[in-house]
């Protein structure tokens, strides 16, 4: 059985979904301003190692990831670049789209965008005023009242009295109460907007992804996933929309996957330690990116530092030896009998401990190297996969490098035929040399009766 950490209750449930067999997820997505970064290839990464097990797991699996195409960041953006909105977000979509792909990640099945939802949008912020719990403003903003919702703060476990003692609350003279938080904006002038009973506006954050979830899944459905930074305020206003307006539960299962520190400091522009997706690429491969994500458990704070992305290319260096070594043999994984598989079972089902699961993979990698089964090649391939790894061919990945690479692959193959040719006249200073240079360049020699073959250090 699957058992996962619901942030919700604080503590591990057995994962029990509504439809028996089936499993639908939303998770959110990203805000198309500017390039994705660190943070938001974490969470990708950790949703779609999910999604992938639920899926391994035989579970039929709907899995949602939105767009948010209008916002004050992006219309700020858009007036500061002279761009119509939607150059800018489109450019940023492809952007986010090349960047996810390079990380190995899934499309969801359904990818909606804010802008295509306005009208249900309005629809529930009807709702929520014909049940006492939203109100219009005198300047034509619509505000959720916090107060008429009960359960408010039952996710990030705040109340209002702790709000008020330990946050900075903006005091809006068109809001009942400095908690409320709005749901409709009024139409400013060169602002894009949509026609609706309060007048013309736009809609709030939150409003969107109770709006979107409920579109593709339903009023209620089993998980809802995020970064650790949306459980207060987002998903928890999202969680008094809902139930505010449809009167019961909302999602069963919440997940939100830890914080990326940089050198054990918050990552942010101001520290000057902020990085984006396509920055990291330029000097790492996606893989090892990946790799490096998923070897700490989702929970848990994330440091990036080169030292540690370096040790996470040794490391799955050796799992891509292990694969070049011993031609993996087409295997079905055995989840019961093989001893290998079951365990990567029981530590992913284990609120998806990829720790252990990957502990499980070295250690396979191992008997692959001793045993030279083609056998246990193909089922360390086999799990790879669930975890979105080791698809690639061997020398593809060792022998591939950075853009700032220091010799291309022609020009290491022709030092390796001169040290051949050296050899084939018995120079062995002039062998040790050239041996001797590609080290010095980050490139390890590795000779066998069947030859020379090369890797990137």
Sequence with gaps: MLNLYNTLTRQKEVFTPITPGKASMYVCGMTVYDYCHLGHARMVVVFDMVARWLRA??????????????????????????????????????????????????????????????????????????????????????????????????????????????????????????????????????????????????????????????????????????????????????????????????????????????????????????FTIREVLEKYDAEVVRFFILRAHYRSPLNYSDVHLDDAKQSLTRLYTALKNVAPAVVEIDWEENDYARRFKLAMNDDFNTVEAMAVLFELAGEVNRSESATLSGLLKALGVVLGLLQRDPLEFLQGGAADAELSADEIEALIQARRDARATKNWAESDRIRDELAAKGVVLEDSAQGTTWRRA
């Design 57 to 274: 797991s035989g579970y039929d699996l709907t899995y949602v990831r939105n767009i948010t195409d209008i916002d004050d960041k992006i219309i700020k953006r858009a007036a500061e670049n002279g761009e119509p909105i939607q150059a800018l977000t489109a450019r940023f979509i492809d952007a986010m789209n090349e960047d996810f792909g390079a990380l190995g990640i899934i499309r969801p099945d359904h990818e909606p965008r804010a802008t295509e939802h306005v009208p249900g949008m309005i629809a529930l912020i009807e709702k929520l005023i014909a049940n006492g719990r939203a109100y219009a403003a005198p300047n034509g903003d619509v505000y959720y009242a916090v107060r008429e919702f009960p359960g408010y703060g039952k996710l990030s476990g705040k109340s209002l009295e702790d709000l008020r003692a330990g946050e900075r609350v903006e005091v809006d003279a068109n809001k009942r109460d400095p908690f409320d938080f709005v749901l409709w904006k009024s139409a400013k002038p060169g602002e894009p907007s949509w026609p609706s009973p309060w007048g013309a506006g736009r809609p709030g954050w939150h409003i969107e992804c109770s709006v979107m979830s409920e579109h593709h899944l339903g009023e209620q459905f089993d998980i809802h996933g995020g970064g650790a930074d949306l459980q207060f305020p987002h998903h928890e206003n999202e969680i008094a929309q809902s139930e505010g307006a449809h009167n019961h539960d909302f999602v069963n299962y919440w997940m939100h996957n830890g914080f990326i520190r940089v050198d054990n400091e918050k990552m942010s522009k101001s520290l000057g330690n902020f």
